[in-house]
């Protein structure tokens, strides 16, 4: 069985920060990569953080210097610590996984082709 489980949204204040956690079964943690995505009402879903088997990370460049992603892999879980929040960043955020690494590199646009994912945590930024 391969469940994702997120953790740690709520509700900020612009300028404040959040980390995500994402739980892992056993049977996802060797897979080739781990994502997370986010999809605000009205928008398309978008990737946000994406780290490989290997370590190696990547966030688009608006993202990068707030969000940060991160793995402990003796606890299962996927990180991502979110920063100097602003009302652009409310939405659901995903977190997912795939063993493929084509769809790790050509997918993380829009997560099309991921094939496993959790159930979302929701992040809202408002004053």
């Known amino acids: 069985q391969v469940t994702l489980v997120e953790s740690g949204g709520g509700s900020v204040q612009p300028g404040e920060s959040l980390r995500l956690s994402c739980v892992s079964s056993p049977s996802t943690w060797a897979t080739y990569c781990m994502a997370w995505f986010r999809q605000a009402p009205g928008k398309p879903r978008e990737g946000v953080a994406r780290i490989d088997l290997h370590g190696s990370t990547t966030l688009p460049d608006s993202l990068k210097g707030r969000f940060t992603v991160s793995k402990d892999n003796a606890k299962n879980i996927l990180y991502l610590q979110m920063d100097n929040l602003t009302p652009d960043d409310t939405a659901m955020y995903y977190c997912?996984?795939?063993?493929?690494?084509?769809?790790?590199?050509?997918?993380?646009?829009?997560?099309?082709?991921?094939?496993?994912w959790g159930q979302g945590t929701q992040v809202t930024v408002s004053s």
């Open positions: 997912a996984s795939d063993a493929r690494e084509y769809v790790c590199r050509d997918s993380f646009e829009t997560g099309n082709g991921f094939r496993f």
